[in-house]
């Protein structure tokens, strides 16, 4: 529709609609009538990839999440949109939504861990919606999926005391709860390292109790403690200490 030229009949219908309501929309209520069988055969769009970060909580708050779609479709589908849901388990909390004059491969959705949880979210399946411009429309659910992980942020700390001829490093290790919106007591399974030729070696593997633990190792040794992320959490290493 370059050069002046006037849009079809059917084609000023879909803008003035699209931009009111959305392809979507238009197709789920009914405006724009089904694609006969040969015109459905030219429509086509199927999404191929959804993925977005992992974030990490570490203040109250919701985390806004972009979304990354990648779509293939066929040059008949001129308009079209998609809605992919943003679920944590069988909950629906967020839906991510492109369009052919909006949104084509990036959008922000807001995920709340202080209503919806921490650990993995699952992006997909997707409502998709296509039509040529002389308002042949179809849709249909494309069952592609990605997933993301929502993390509370950890920390951790080691604090040594000589005790004669031995050193006693006391553990403590915190994450952050969404909900009170502040740092509580976290109880991974640590390894307590040491510094041997430039390089860490486990010596102590122990369970925090409380977010708490004491282990006692040898001295005239650099020590640290370490532990890994889990689906809800992330890893955390202290500072190196000596005594």
């Not at 429309?137 to 592609?144: F, K, L, N, V, Y």
Request: charged content about 25%; aromatic content about 6%.
């Amino acid at each position: 529709m370059s050069g002046g030229t006037a849009a079809p009949a059917g084609a000023r219908m879909w803008l003035g609609f699209a931009a009111l309501l959305g392809a979507l929309a238009l197709v789920g209520a009914g405006i724009v009538p089904a694609a006969p069988a040969a015109a459905a055969g030219r429509l086509s769009l199927d999404v191929t990839r959804l993925s977005a970060k992992d974030r990490v909580v570490s203040a109250s708050g919701c985390s806004k999440v972009r979304v990354h779609m990648v779509k293939r479709k066929s040059a008949a589908a001129e308009v079209w949109a998609v809605d992919a849901r943003v679920r944590k388990g069988k909950r629906t909390v967020a839906s991510a939504f492109y369009n052919y004059e909006g949104a084509q491969g990036t959008v922000s959705v807001r995920v709340c861990a202080r209503r919806t949880g921490l650990g993995r979210y699952e992006l997909g399946p997707s409502r998709v919606v296509m039509a040529d411009w002389d308002s042949a429309g179809r849709t249909r659910t494309d069952r592609t999926k990605g997933a993301f992980y929502l993390r509370a942020k950890a920390r951790t700390q080691l604090s040594p005391a000589r005790h004669g001829r031995s050193t006693r490093l006391s553990v403590r290790a915190q994450r952050f709860d969404p909900k009170s919106a502040r740092y509580t007591a976290y109880s991974p399974r640590a390894r307590v390292q040491a510094k041997t030729g430039g390089h860490w070696k486990t010596v102590r593997t122990t369970r925090l109790r409380g977010g708490r633990a004491t282990v006692t190792v040898r001295p005239a040794h650099t020590y640290r403690v370490t532990f890994g992320r889990t689906s809800w959490a992330t890893g955390a290493t202290s500072r190196a200490v000596r005594r």
